[in-house]
């Protein structure tokens, strides 16, 4: 069964730090990967979009990993501020198929 | 402005009483989904829609219905709404299937009771 598993489920750090989100999957043939961050509330917005080939991309202080030979991916968000608590969601596409992950809580405090 | 627009936000409805949500999107996408969030679930998919008259389904469409007679049009119909459909629903909408981001509406909490 295509599953994508995220951890840690909830995490608190403060602000100015460095984070790294993990995102485990097992979604076969994989298409691609994504990256969402969800503010409480609201609709999820997209922060990185990676395909089979690419290894590493960046949206400012958002750094996405891949490796596809592990199924793995992380999230790197460097130098934290307060509006970065959010939920991060990771979803992973074959074809039509595309399976979300459960979120990590994020929560930055000053 | 590039967006899904999603009505009502805020719903609370009685058991049995049918109801539909609005989805709309201005940017032509040919591809619009509908999922439900649940606590410590994840986004979990409804049915999706490839392109007009194009409709599927997801996960979890027991109890739901869609239709697409237009391209920007992609309304959920609940016949029957029951409480276990209380739930927090998003349509969101990209180009095509494919390495594309979608483009989520902001979201319509819907109570049963």
């Known amino acids: 069964k295509n599953q994508v598993e995220q951890s840690p489920q909830s995490l608190i750090i403060l602000e100015g730090k460095n984070c790294t989100l993990q995102c485990n999957y097992t979604v076969s043939p994989f298409s691609n990967l994504r990256w969402y961050k969800q503010d409480t509330g609201r609709g999820p917005v997209s922060l990185t979009i990676?395909?089979?080939?690419?290894n590493t991309k960046s949206n400012g202080r958002y750094t996405a990993t891949l490796d596809a030979d592990t199924k793995q991916s992380s999230l790197h968000i460097t130098a934290s501020q307060l509006s970065d608590s959010a939920s991060y969601i990771c979803v992973v596409s074959a074809s039509h198929d595309m399976r979300f992950g459960a979120g990590t809580r994020l929560t930055v405090k000053p | 402005e590039a967006q899904v627009t999603q009505n009502p936000r805020y719903l609370i409805t009685v058991t049995g009483k049918k109801l539909t949500v609005t989805c709309s999107q201005n940017?032509?996408?040919?591809?619009m989904s509908w999922y439900r969030q649940d606590p410590g679930l994840g986004l979990r998919q409804i049915y999706y829609s490839m392109n007009v008259e194009v409709t599927d389904k997801g996960d979890v469409p027991e109890g739901y219905k869609v239709s697409r007679k237009e391209k920007r049009n992609f309304p959920l119909i609940l016949e029957s709404p029951s409480p276990n459909q209380t739930s927090l629903y998003f349509c969101a909408s990209s180009p095509s299937i494919g390495p594309y981001g979608y483009t989520f509406g902001s979201g319509t909490r819907l109570t049963v009771v």
């Open positions: 990676m395909t089979f080939s690419e």
């Open positions: 940017m032509n996408h040919e591809y």
